[in-house]
């Protein structure tokens, strides 16, 4: 049996605690679609402390959800996920065309995220649409 290198494992958090341990000891950091941008800003700060104070040094990816719904029926259907979740603060997630959704990923980018995943809502009616959506429309405008 070939031998792999060793897969990367990050950890979810996002409490200050927590988050410190992530940058001590993860790989890599994940926060939930609770985490507006602001929110991504503060994380990767408490993450930072933790690699000081652990002596790390490297990169250390910051991976955040977001929520995401387009067509008819967008707001509604990202207001019901959001109070579904209970994560009905301003700034959580988006909805509209192509640009909106690529403006909110650079805007969390800009915050300290290396990495944003789209996620759409429970009741995405089109869910092969939605992965053509992001790859298609939206990653050619993200640089």
Same mark, same amino acid.
């Not at 941008?37 to 000081?52: F, I, P, Q, S, T």
């Not at 387009?70 to 603060?89: D, F, H, I, M």
């Given at each position: ?15 200050? +605690? ?32 933790? +690699?000081?104070?652990?002596? @790390?040094?490297? %990169? ?10 387009? /067509? =008819?029926?967008? +707001?509604? +259907? ?11 603060? %301003? /700034?959580?997630? !988006?909805? /509209? ?8 990923? !650079? ?12 996620? =759409?809502?429970?009741?995405? %009616?089109? =869910? ?8 298609? @429309?939206? @990653? =050619?405008? !993200? %640089?």
């Amino acid at each position: 049996m070939a031998a792999h290198p060793p897969a990367p494992v990050h950890a979810g958090g996002l409490g200050p +605690r927590t988050l410190r341990l992530t940058g001590e000891a993860a790989d890599g950091t994940v926060l939930d679609a609770s985490v507006p941008a602001d929110g991504v800003r503060r994380a990767c700060a408490l993450v930072a402390e933790g +690699r000081a104070a652990a002596g @790390r040094s490297g %990169p250390h990816p910051v991976t955040v959800y977001l929520h995401v719904a387009t /067509g =008819p029926g967008a +707001r509604e +259907r990202l207001r019901a996920e959001k109070e579904r979740t209970g994560n009905t603060a %301003p /700034g959580l997630g !988006v909805t /509209g065309d192509a640009r909106a959704v690529a403006d909110a990923v !650079v805007e969390l980018a800009e915050a300290g995220a290396t990495a944003v995943i789209l996620q =759409p809502t429970s009741d995405e %009616p089109d =869910p092969e649409g939605f992965v053509r959506f992001a790859a298609e @429309r939206v @990653r =050619p405008l !993200v %640089p």
